[in-house]
């Protein structure tokens, strides 16, 4: 099969690879029909150094169930399915929680595992992982259906964690995909107020078609002293940070009132940040976030997505074959795509 792999930090080829079998008796083999980059994937497109190179990339994606191990159940050649980017069992202690990111049997694709931005990939765990889909489903809705693999049920996860409620003031600090899902998310709890910041016009328009109220483009401090503007002073209950650089945590820890709650979604690129009596200790900040356990959300999220209440796969915006998923990657580093779809 093909398959695409970055060699290091903006250098990904699509190349020849072995076919994924069955290893262990969990296991499924699934044909891709759709998958895509994620804005995490920039991250190492960024700062991967040779040494560490080559390694399989993505790790979202739709696909056809080819073949299962003898101890998979509840599935069968020629389902379609959505997987979550991270693979777990489904039944023990911390997936029945809600947590199956941290499931003792899970893991990530792409470690050791194979990446999904392939013709095929090997699913662990796949009865517990892998979510059965219509098979007479609609082909327009693939985008969409694609969102509950990460970006969708991250954005939720953000609004989740930070307890977003009818009538409730948000603020979400990035104009990505899983800040746009993020404020997507936010109105469907209920929140009143949502406040998005990002400076990418076409992206904050979908925004606030999503239900965003408010747009400010401004960053730092200047950013801040906007939210405080629009807030009587105060800030917002919730902060939502879908970007994972430092200034975007400042940004949240300014933009937090207090008692409310900074939710972290964005794969942080820093190792340590503020959490002292001036930043949350004092004012009572709660802080919150992590990666999103997706599989925990599919279920209730994927009716609204299936009878087109909701229409997450507008984030795609450009589409590229396998064999063009390295001008994928250079359309969204470059900011001419806000996330791009990677079709056979």
Known sequence: MRAAFMYEA???????????????????????VRSCVCGSDLHPYHSLTAADGPVPMGHEFLGVVEETGSEVSGLSRGDLVVSPFAYACNTCEYCRAGLHTSCPKGGFYAAGIGGAQAGAVRVPQAGGTLVKLPGDVDEALLPSLLTLADVYGTGYHAAKQAQVRPGDSVTVIGDGAVGLLA????????????????RHKSRTDLGVEFGATDVIPERGEE????????????????????????????????????????????????????????????????????????????DELLPAVLDGTVDPGRVFDRTVSLEETPEGYRAMDQREALKVLITP
């Open 223 to 298: 950013g801040i002293a906007k939210v405080r503007e629009l807030t009587g002073g105060h800030g917002t209950r919730a902060v939502l940070e879908a970007v994972g650089h430092m200034p975007a945590y400042d940004m949240a820890v300014g933009a937090v009132r207090p008692g409310g709650v900074i939710s972290r979604v964005g794969v942080p690129q820093y190792e340590s940040a503020p959490v002292g009596f001036m930043s949350l200790f004092g004012p009572n900040v709660t802080l919150t976030g992590g990666p999103a356990p997706v599989r925990a959300y599919i």
């Open 183 to 198: 404020v997507l998310s936010a109105r469907q709890l209920g929140a009143e107020r949502i406040i998005l910041m990002g």
């Open 10 to 32: 903006g250098d990904v080829r699509v190349q020849d690879a072995p076919d994924p079998v069955i290893e262990q008796p969990t296991d499924a083999v699934v044909r891709v």
